[in-house]
């Protein structure tokens, strides 16, 4: 059974980092793309960056360019997302997602399974 874990998420103030991780288990992920997405009460999940994990190519959101850094540990299982410079307007839910469908990785329907998501608050 495949099992995406979040962990990692809280309350920070603007300016600040945090680092979330994403233990993956069930499965061999290496023909995977795996993504982070964000999602507040009411709207729409929103891609954040996306990780091919043979190759460790990335892909980020516009949004979050230069800021975060999207990394995974193989030794591990995990994926990471380095957040920096966080701003007020990064708070949300923060899912980790994988997906093989690597031409279509900022899609959330294109993703197979879901971790249940850590809540990250950036106060002013």
């Excluded at 995406?4 to 980092?17: C, I, K, R, T, W």
């Excluded at 949004?63 to 380095?82: E, H, P, W």
């Excluded at 708070?91 to 993703?111: G, H, K, N, Q």
């Amino acid at each position: 059974q495949v099992q995406l874990v979040e962990s990692g998420g809280g309350l920070v103030q603007a300016g600040g980092s945090l680092r979330l991780s994403c233990a993956a288990s069930g499965r061999t992920f290496s023909n995977y793309v795996m993504g982070w997405f964000r999602q507040l009460p009411g709207k729409e999940r929103e891609f954040v960056a996306a990780i091919r994990w043979s190759s460790s190519r990335t892909i980020y959101a516009d949004a979050v360019k230069g800021r975060f850094t999207i990394s995974r540990d193989s030794a591990k299982n995990t994926v990471y997302l380095q957040m920096n410079s966080l701003k007020p307007e990064d708070t949300a839910v923060y899912y980790c997602a994988a997906t093989t469908e690597f031409y279509r990785t900022v899609v959330p329907d294109s993703y197979d399974y879901w971790g249940q998501g850590t809540q990250v608050t950036v106060s002013s």
